[in-house]
């Protein structure tokens, strides 16, 4: 267990607080810059990351029976959101990191509770941690513009949040049915052509059904679940995945510089969350052990055995800004620099989009309309028309006609031109 006396490391250069530098892992002065490494443990079971038995720590935590972490023995309740912030020795805390509210200061002494045994430590320093929220502002769409100026005026905060693992050896028994496929062929009567009713037969897939019962085994290794209500599950949830492998047996120097939230998600009450994520993995090893083509379940029961569970803190950079009178939060995850948040939506942006794509419709369909116009009121083709004015099968029919009618000289010469005409007979070459 860890040591429940309060800690507080000094900068040995100049006497000011150090905290916690993730880049360096080293305790490092803001103010001298002076850095110290965070010794080893001192032996292998200070260093181990341990399970814990889960009946065992229920009974001490309904109770009341537990410690406290080092170096924070006291702690104060948001008015704002309800987080319980555990406050660094001699050290003021202003305003709740998860929503700005401002913390009274009035301190309680940290009442026991069943103290963390292993951590993840910050790998993701602050400025990192900017430059994952600035690229995340960076790519919403549809955002206000004035977001980004406001966002800013946010702080990042650094908070190791709590969790709780849990392991446990499963067995389900059930009762249900098996369902295989098969075909059939079935006749039917339907109208032709004519209107006569004529028969026929297709093939059809039926389903035959078997009683089936049995029991699935399965181990669960470190279900995953949050002790906090700071902050929303649909946001935390999505910093998953967490290296986990990587934890580190506790040590209070990782703390220095950063905020420790109390879990407010109980022991118990976290393993029934573990119960409904490990639900569905438990419904599809009864489905798979039923097989068949399909499956009905009518009963199941799941018993737990070997539980075990780990108190843990995993590092979270939280921000929050308001907009237009609303509290939004952004989370990143202090080990691999994912972030997660909510935003607003700029209604002017959306509705100048859904213009700008109707106005470009609307042009492209006059175009197609346009062109299509033209096509249709396109008339035949103008033969091509000599110097005089005439097309060529005009100039072929006066060329016949000068053939045919006899030129003379005088009045009989016009008056025989406005009668029949007569062929004259050819002449030789």
Not at 73 to 102: I, M, N, Y
Not at 200 to 211: A, C, E, F, N
Not at 325 to 334: K, R, S
């Amino acid at each position: 267990m860890p040591d429940p006396t309060g800690k507080l490391f000094p900068c040995p250069a100049c006497g000011a607080k150090v905290a916690f530098d993730p880049t360096t892992r080293s305790l490092k002065c803001p103010y001298c810059g002076h850095a110290t490494a965070v010794p080893d443990p001192t032996d292998e079971s200070a260093a181990a990351v341990v399970e814990r038995d889960f009946d065992a720590y229920l009974g001490r935590e309904e109770s009341g029976a537990g410690a406290v972490i080092a170096g924070r023995s006291s702690q104060t309740r948001c008015t704002g959101c309800g987080a319980t912030v555990l406050l660094e020795d001699k050290v003021v805390t202003k305003e709740c990191p998860f929503c700005g509210t401002h913390l009274e200061n009035k301190p309680e002494s940290a009442a026991g509770m069943i103290p963390p045994e292993s951590l993840a430590p910050f790998a993701v320093d602050l400025r990192s941690a900017r430059e994952s929220f600035t690229a995340w502002l960076g790519s919403l769409w549809f955002a206000p513009t004035e977001l980004k100026a406001v966002a800013n005026l946010g702080q990042l905060s650094g908070v190791y949040v709590p969790y709780w693992t849990y392991d446990a050896m499963t067995y389900t028994a059930y009762r249900g049915e098996r369902g295989d496929n098969y075909q059939d062929t079935e006749t039917y009567t339907e109208r032709d052509q004519n209107g006569n009713t004529v028969t026929k037969t297709r093939t059809v897939t039926r389903i035959r059904w078997w009683p089936a019962s049995g029991e699935v085994q399965h181990f669960f290794d470190d279900v995953l679940v949050c002790g906090s209500k700071s902050v929303p599950p649909h946001l935390v949830s999505y910093l998953e995945p967490w290296d986990l492998d990587q934890l580190e047996g506790f040590r209070p120097e990782f703390l220095g510089g950063f905020t420790t939230e109390r879990y407010a998600v109980g022991l118990k009450e976290g393993f029934g969350e573990a119960k409904q994520l490990m639900a569905p993995t438990i419904d599809n090893l009864v489905r798979r052990d039923i097989g068949g083509d399909h499956q009905r379940v009518s009963w199941k029961r799941t018993d737990y055995a070997a539980v075990t569970f780990k108190h843990l803190l995993l590092p979270v950079w939280v921000a929050h800004y308001r907009y237009h009178e609303t509290l939004y939060q952004i989370l990143v995850n202090g080990r691999t620099g994912k972030v997660s948040g909510e935003r607003p939506w700029s209604t002017w942006k959306i509705l100048r989009l859904v213009l700008l794509v109707l106005l470009a419709a609307g042009a492209v369909a006059a175009v197609v309309a346009l062109t299509s116009g033209k096509a249709k009121g396109a008339g035949p083709v103008t033969p091509a028309l000599r110097a005089d004015g005439l097309p060529p099968p005009a100039r072929r029919l006066e060329a016949e006609e000068r053939r045919l009618v006899p030129v003379h000289s005088g009045p009989s010469a016009r008056a025989q031109a406005g009668g029949r005409p007569t062929a004259s007979p050819a002449r030789g070459g």
